[in-house]
């Protein structure tokens, strides 16, 4: 399956639940309603939630529809069942996660992004993955627009996929880990290079260099759509990804290059601690998929006005718009402007 959240033509501003099918958006509740099943989970927390019985009839209700003309049939109420993708606005599949960690998964970005320091990736990258926990309520979607924070003239875009958790789970065995997952989407973990630089130095973060955006989407795809693609490692998969700026290539990756696997990152993730539905876990970045490590760190960096496109073979395209930063406001810290003199 291939679900959305997403807003539909006669009831804008507002996020309902879909399946994508055949180049059409279904409208799950109004397509439960035709079938006569049943209320359905009106968002896709909601259906995380319900749990396998009732992901078992979303499937259910994909088959009943297969080979209907979707986008001419009504409801009960004379709704449309399913609008053309086109005319449709897609957010982030899942607005607000339960709580984000972005993995340092790719054995090549790590030592990119060391050897622009001079070092060596240390021993330890090697034991266990790592991960840090970022901000679950700075979630995007498709189309929106993101900007740098105010203190940052860095802003880059970092290449990798998710896993959404499905059910949950602790102490997690690597080898289990895929009956854990509900799906995988596109994660475009932006980062403000300047401020990582100097929380580094202090030995924290990253923070402010990366909470600001995190953008998601354009679908989650369930596991049985990449099965066949499948690396053989719990959560690998033999599938390209690319980054486009202004529709130039400039990074091309493959999911099968994880040096961890996700059953691998779910393992940490709920070693001694709960995962539960909606969580979201990053791969980190493929290798030379950011702007770090394509420039060494030097830059040009993004600017306002660049379209970066995000794409994972099988899974779709995750585009986003970079803006100037809005205005400071009189509410903000002293700090802020601190730290804006401090970056130039």
């Known amino acids: 399956m291939r679900l959305v959240t997403f807003e539909a033509p006669d009831t804008p501003g507002r996020a309902r639940l879909g399946l994508q099918m055949a180049g059409v958006i279904v409208d799950v509740p109004r397509a439960?309603?035709?079938a006569q099943s049943g209320d359905w989970p009106p968002d896709m927390q909601s259906l995380l939630d319900a749990g396998p019985a009732a992901w078992e009839r979303m499937r259910h209700l994909e088959t009943m529809l297969a080979g209907e003309p979707l986008t001419e049939m009504r409801d009960g109420a004379q709704q449309p069942l399913a609008w053309r993708v086109e005319v449709t606005r897609l957010r982030s599949p899942l607005p607000r996660p339960r709580s984000?960690?972005?993995?340092?998964?790719?054995e090549e970005h790590v030592r990119n992004a060391f050897a622009i320091r001079?070092?060596?990736i240390p021993e330890e990258w090697y034991r266990a993955p790592g991960f840090y926990f970022s901000n679950a309520q700075?979630?995007?979607?498709p189309?929106?627009?993101?900007a740098a924070p105010r203190a940052s003239r860095a802003l880059d875009y970092e290449l990798e996929v998710a896993a959404v958790v499905g059910s949950p789970g602790r102490d997690i065995r690597p080898e289990e880990a895929e009956a854990h997952i509900f799906g995988y989407t596109i994660l475009n973990d932006w980062s403000a290079r300047d401020i990582q630089r100097t929380e580094r130095s202090v030995g924290l973060g990253p923070a402010k260099g990366k909470d600001f955006a995190t953008s998601l989407g354009p679908c989650i795809v369930t596991p049985d759509e990449l099965a066949s693609s499948s690396a053989g490692r719990p959560g690998v998969y033999d599938l390209e990804m690319q980054a486009r700026v202004n529709g130039t290539e400039r990074s091309?990756?493959?999911w099968k290059d994880m040096c961890f696997s996700f059953g691998e990152l779910l393992a940490q993730a709920s070693a001694d601690a709960d995962l539960v539905p909606g969580d979201v876990i990053g791969s980190g970045t493929v290798g030379r998929g950011c702007l770090l490590e394509l420039t060494r760190g030097q830059g040009p960096w993004l600017q306002p006005g660049d379209e970066v496109e995000l794409?994972?073979?099988?899974i779709g395209v995750l585009k986003n718009t970079v803006v100037a930063p809005s205005p400071l406001s009189r509410s903000a810290g002293e700090g802020a402007r601190v730290r804006a003199k401090a970056n130039g």
């Open 100 to 106: 984000l960690r972005d993995f340092y998964a790719f």
């Open 143 to 146: 189309g929106q627009e993101v």
């Open 252 to 254: 091309r990756g493959n």
């Open 118 to 120: 001079e070092q060596a």
């Open 311 to 314: 794409e994972i073979e099988r």
């Open 138 to 141: 700075s979630v995007i979607g």
């Open 32 to 34: 439960g309603r035709w």
